[in-house]
């Protein structure tokens, strides 16, 4: 069983940045392949960034790549997302999601947290 519980969500302006942080508990923690999704209003759930179970395979959404980086701490049991260069359609509320697998996942994953809202203002 995984908990996870998101944080470092709110409001910036177009062009900041934001650190969201993803707190897990659970002693399988560092088995899990992690991954980072967002909810717009009235869009579906949409994938943003994976990160593999050892954190050295990475993937990302095309709107986000370049901007978004993705880490993750096993000590900590702490998966991060760091946001640059906001964009006002990155607005959504994101959520970390925690895989049973070990590599890159887009869909199908165990646990999910209960979201952190980021606000970008033009």
């Known amino acids: 069983q995984v908990q996870l519980v998101e944080s470092g969500g709110g409001l910036v302006q177009a062009g900041g940045s934001l650190r969201l942080s993803c707190a897990a508990s659970?002693?399988?923690?560092?088995?899990?392949?992690m991954g980072w999704f967002r909810q717009a209003p009235g869009k579906e759930r949409e994938f943003v960034a994976a990160?593999?179970?050892?954190?050295?395979?990475?993937d990302y959404a095309d709107s986000v790549k370049g901007r978004f980086s993705i880490s993750r701490d096993n000590v900590k049991n702490t998966v991060y997302l760091q946001m640059n260069s906001l964009k006002p359609e990155d607005t959504a509320v994101y959520y970390c999601?925690?895989?049973?697998?070990?590599?890159?996942?887009?869909?199908?994953?165990?646990?999910w947290g209960q979201g952190t809202q980021v606000t970008v203002s033009s």
């Open positions: 999601a925690a895989h049973s697998g070990n590599g890159i996942y887009y869909s199908q994953h165990d646990y």
């Open positions: 659970g002693r399988t923690f560092s088995r899990n392949a």
């Open positions: 990160i593999s179970w050892s954190g050295f395979t990475t």
